[in-house]
């Protein structure tokens, strides 16, 4: 029995859980699988009416399962930033999920490129530190100071800034870092993956060229750690390598990056494999509580309108299903949302007019028939 939990989210995100757990479902209607979901409201409407994020009750209750499968974050009546750092960003930090892990396989024939071209393509983004530790601050006129503090699983660690100008203005500033225990772990984990799947080259993307400090220690740790591991490895910066996905995507299998480019490069790569609405991914933490969900936003505008496409989503619970040790029945769904697309059942932003509960139904009906 695998203890889910289940987080709808926010706008969309409640619609493409539920065809996610209707698959889900039919795969353990016919094969050797069970599960014990149970939904949690952390989301906008909490907050809005409670001023609750993630709270300390949230997280003891969360602990108490295998994995979490997150439907969206975000709700344009709330601030930007405050439900992405509150809830998800707080989920990564909390269950220290320090890899980030997105699949880009060619969904045929929905790739955007203008030549035909196969590739498969999986991007490991560091997802604990870089700039999206979340620490900064303002300050106006010529002096300002504020104490940094930043808590991982790792370590605790307080960053004392003091600045002064000669000109008075308002300042703002953004606190990047990476420590090299975490990067270490990252870099071993991103290793073993490439073995597994029989490869034998890693893509390491950076700027270290411009900020030598963070992406130099970047680099001396790959550097050592592949040459240790007997792997072949590369250095781009991500300004090549945005390029170079649009340009040669077929070029490239295992993808290393920091956090913050990861997390632009993965959005540019799932529109070049066939749009956000099929694009998973995995928050992971190999010896601990993984977080599964689809790449996409939450859409607010679309909410109740059954027009997404849920394929993102179930395609985050096959990574799910990786995770927790069933990579068979993951293959199962794999094919199954094959078939469903090979069929001419889709929704509209890959040109079909089906709606996301027929999606969700199509996929479930051709688990039940493989």
């Given at each position: 029995?695998?203890?889910?939990?289940?987080?709808?989210?926010?706008g969309?995100g409640?619609?493409?859980?539920?065809?996610?757990?209707?698959?889900?479902?039919?795969?353990?209607?016919?094969?050797?699988?069970?599960?014990?979901?149970?939904?949690?409201?952390?989301?906008?409407?909490?907050?809005?009416?409670?001023?609750?994020?993630?709270?300390?009750?949230?997280?003891?209750?969360?602990?108490?399962?295998?994995?979490?499968?997150?439907?969206a974050?975000?709700?344009?009546?709330?601030?930007?930033?405050?439900?992405?750092?509150?809830?998800?960003?707080?989920?990564?930090?909390?269950?220290?999920?320090?890899?980030?892990?997105?699949?880009?396989?060619?969904?045929?024939?929905?790739?955007?490129?203008?030549?035909?071209?196969?590739?498969?393509?999986?991007?490991?983004?560091?997802?604990?530190?870089?700039?999206?530790?979340?620490?900064?601050?303002?300050?106006?006129?010529?002096?300002?100071?504020?104490?940094?503090?930043?808590?991982?699983?790792?370590?605790h660690?307080?960053?004392?800034?003091?600045?002064?100008?000669?000109?008075?203005?308002?300042?703002?500033?953004?606190?990047?870092?990476?420590?090299?225990?975490?990067?270490?772990?990252?870099?071993?984990?991103?290793?073993?993956?490439?073995?597994?799947?029989?490869?034998?080259?890693?893509?390491?993307?950076?700027?270290?060229?411009?900020?030598?400090?963070?992406?130099?220690?970047?680099?001396?740790?790959?550097?050592?750690?592949?040459?240790q591991?007997?792997?072949?490895?590369?250095?781009?910066?991500?300004?090549?390598?945005?390029?170079?996905?649009?340009?040669?995507?077929?070029?490239f299998?295992?993808?290393?990056?920091?956090?913050?480019?990861?997390?632009?490069?993965?959005?540019l790569?799932?529109?070049?494999?066939?749009?956000?609405?099929?694009?998973?991914?995995?928050?992971?933490?190999?010896?601990?509580?993984?977080?599964?969900?689809?790449?996409?936003?939450?859409?607010?505008?679309?909410?109740?309108?059954?027009?997404?496409?849920?394929?993102?989503?179930?395609?985050?619970?096959?990574?799910?299903?990786?995770?927790?040790?069933?990579?068979?029945?993951?293959?199962?769904?794999?094919?199954?949302?094959?078939?469903?697309?090979?069929?001419?059942i889709?929704?509209?932003?890959?040109?079909?007019?089906?709606?996301?509960?027929?999606?969700?139904?199509?996929?479930?009906?051709?688990?039940?028939?493989?």
């Amino acid at each position: 029995m695998h203890k889910i939990a289940v987080i709808p989210g926010d706008g969309i995100g409640p619609e493409v859980i539920n065809e996610g757990l209707k698959v889900l479902n039919a795969l353990a209607e016919n094969h050797s699988i069970q599960f014990d979901f149970q939904e949690f409201q952390i989301d906008a409407e909490r907050y809005l009416s409670t001023g609750k994020l993630l709270t300390s009750e949230d997280v003891e209750g969360l602990r108490r399962f295998d994995s979490i499968y997150l439907g969206a974050t975000g709700d344009d009546r709330v601030k930007p930033g405050v439900l992405e750092k509150g809830i998800l960003l707080a989920l990564r930090f909390t269950f220290d999920q320090y890899i980030n892990h997105r699949p880009a396989p060619l969904w045929k024939p929905f790739g955007r490129l203008k030549r035909d071209v196969d590739f498969n393509i999986d991007v490991f983004r560091e997802n604990t530190e870089d700039f999206y530790v979340g620490v900064g601050g303002r300050f106006k006129d010529k002096v300002g100071s504020k104490t940094l503090d930043i808590d991982r699983q790792l370590y605790h660690m307080s960053i004392d800034v003091k600045a002064s100008s000669s000109v008075e203005d308002e300042y703002a500033y953004q606190v990047g870092l990476l420590s090299r225990k975490n990067t270490e772990r990252f870099a071993d984990f991103v290793i073993d993956y490439t073995k597994m799947v029989g490869e034998n080259y890693i893509t390491i993307i950076d700027k270290a060229n411009v900020c030598s400090d963070i992406y130099g220690m970047w680099r001396d740790v790959w550097t050592e750690k592949c040459r240790q591991a007997d792997m072949g490895f590369g250095f781009m910066f991500v300004d090549a390598m945005s390029m170079a996905l649009v340009k040669n995507p077929d070029k490239f299998r295992i993808v290393a990056t920091p956090n913050m480019f990861g997390d632009i490069l993965t959005d540019l790569l799932a529109e070049v494999t066939g749009g956000l609405g099929l694009a998973p991914g995995g928050n992971i933490n190999p010896h601990g509580i993984s977080m599964f969900e689809p790449v996409h936003g939450s859409a607010p505008k679309y909410k109740g309108l059954d027009q997404i496409n849920p394929l993102a989503t179930i395609l985050a619970g096959k990574m799910m299903l990786d995770n927790l040790g069933r990579r068979d029945l993951g293959d199962i769904v794999t094919k199954a949302v094959r078939a469903t697309l090979d069929k001419g059942i889709y929704t509209q932003d890959l040109g079909g007019n089906a709606k996301t509960h027929e999606v969700g139904d199509a996929v479930a009906a051709e688990i039940r028939r493989i």
